[in-house]
């Protein structure tokens, strides 16, 4: 896909206005919490789960004072504070795309109402569990400026699965347990990484234009701004200048 990045399309940033950028910390918050809690450490390096939610929140620009005070609340938690589950979700938007989305919650019952609201309002619809999840897999992505020879032997050599090259770098895929392998060796060698984040990627992807494109975005849009909702994944492929 040289010239088209594949993350872009699958994996938007979210809107950097204030309101938008306030909920989105307030999500990484949460998943930090609920890292340090389900893996009973507030120390990344023996904790998987929390050092994948700390790359997230600084991919997203969350300040690091807000992640060090979080995962200090975390770790000084007692009895009475929230549990958040993962869940996941499924289902369908505009044009047959599949719809993939991570939660976490404290209460099932009102995190699936308010999702299935969304689907009903926006044009898409609520799929049963396993209805769209066989098309994802979960990977790790880093994404590079420099497109060297050099970058792309260090990856392979540390264990990259998969590399595309498009005009914005380097887009390195691996496979979840090999992220940060890959990553520190890059790093090791010099090279700056823009970020490194395990993420859900599609088997294929649908071409999705004109209304549909619209319809779509503003359906994720809407998921996306609910308070359980981590992440939203798509298999759609959009246009450049549909956003």
Not at 166 to 185: F, R
Request: glycine share 10%.
């Amino acid at each position: 896909m040289a010239g088209h990045s594949k993350w872009a399309q699958i994996k938007r940033k979210k809107g950097a206005n204030d309101k938008k950028r306030s909920a989105m910390y307030s999500k990484h918050i949460r998943a930090i919490q609920a890292a340090v809690r389900s893996g009973g450490s507030g120390d990344p390096a023996g904790n998987l789960s929390l050092k994948n939610a700390i790359a997230a929140a600084k991919a997203d620009t969350v300040p690091a004072d807000n992640i060090d005070n979080a995962i200090k609340r975390a770790v000084g938690a007692g009895e009475g504070a929230a549990d958040f589950k993962e869940q996941t979700y499924e289902g369908y938007g505009p044009a047959g795309t599949a719809i993939f989305i991570e939660a976490l919650t404290d209460n099932v019952n009102r995190t699936v109402a308010d999702i299935r609201s969304v689907f009903n309002k926006r044009g898409g619809s609520m799929g049963n569990s396993g209805s769209v999840a066989w098309q994802f897999e979960k990977k790790g992505v880093i994404l590079l400026t420099d497109t060297s020879e050099k970058a792309q032997e260090v990856a392979i050599e540390n264990g990259a699965e998969d590399i595309n090259e498009s005009e914005d770098g380097l887009e390195i895929s691996t496979a979840p347990n090999d992220l940060y392998a890959v990553q520190d060796a890059l790093q090791a060698a010099g090279f700056s990484v823009e970020s490194g984040q395990i993420t859900m990627i599609p088997s294929s992807t649908v071409a999705v234009a004109g209304d549909d494109a619209k319809k779509l975005l503003t359906l994720v849009e809407y998921l996306e701004e609910l308070d359980d909702v981590q992440n939203v994944y798509t298999n759609a492929d959009l246009p450049d200048d549909v956003e």
